[in-house]
């Protein structure tokens, strides 16, 4: 799915609030939502140890800091404050809150750090892409299987399937430790393969993410030659 080329379908919903917000400096908006990233990202770290309650609200987190980001440039538009230098703080802040909030998953007691740092590198790489293309005067580039607004969504969603999944999955037996243990909230792969929700999306950004990136290269790639 790609969310961000779908911008113009929930106009209805991103309008009316940058209306309300208009009072607001929009590099004000960036700065909230870089905070709620962090936010988000000292949740998602903590998690583990509290997961009833701290999975929710690292959700909540997640879904606002993506929704202040989606509507400060709208803000700025409106408001005629739009410039480059709102657009380059926008950007910079946007890959710090990804970096923020992929890696505290990638270091947290959910996942793999070697498939939190394949997510991480595939998150960067299709970003890269997309403002490369706006660089050298292509326009910015929103093609291929992952945006951003795509990475929030399932990062929500991620928080939220990681609750299911404390809630309704057996415990496995630790393997390979003396003394036995129960793991809780990770799905089954074989007998020996055992992934929690967020790992599952940490592969989707990891695979899809490069993915991404070759799409938006080659792209890329082609425009120049027109």
């Known amino acids: 799915m790609v969310l961000d080329s779908k911008r113009d379908s929930v106009e209805f919903i991103i309008t009316p609030v940058a209306k309300a917000m208009s009072r607001f400096d929009p590099n004000t908006i960036s700065w909230a939502s870089f905070v709620m990233a962090w936010v988000a990202g000292i949740l998602l770290f903590f998690s583990p140890y509290s997961w009833e309650l701290l999975l929710p609200l690292s959700a909540v987190a997640v879904l606002v800091s993506g929704f202040l980001d989606a509507i400060d440039g709208k803000v700025a538009r409106l408001t005629g404050k739009a410039s480059k230098q709102g657009d380059v703080l926008d950007h910079i802040l946007d890959r710090y809150s990804d970096v923020v909030m992929i890696g505290a998953v990638a270091v947290s007691a959910w996942c793999n750090p070697y498939i939190g740092i394949m997510a991480i590198i595939g998150v960067l790489l299709t970003s890269y892409m997309g403002t490369q293309s706006q660089a050298i005067g292509a326009g910015r580039l929103y093609a291929g299987l992952l945006g951003r607004a795509d990475r ?14 404390m809630l309704t999955l057996p415990g496995t037996l630790g393997a390979g430790d003396p003394t036995p243990y129960y793991q809780y909230g990770f799905l089954e792969i074989t007998g020996s393969i055992s992934l929690s929700a967020f790992e599952l999306v940490m592969l989707w950004f990891a695979v899809v993410g490069n993915i991404t990136a070759v799409q938006r290269a080659v792209t890329i790639w082609n425009r120049l030659k027109e």
């Open 152 to 165: 929030v969504v399932l990062l929500t969603a991620a928080a939220l399937l990681q609750l299911v999944f």
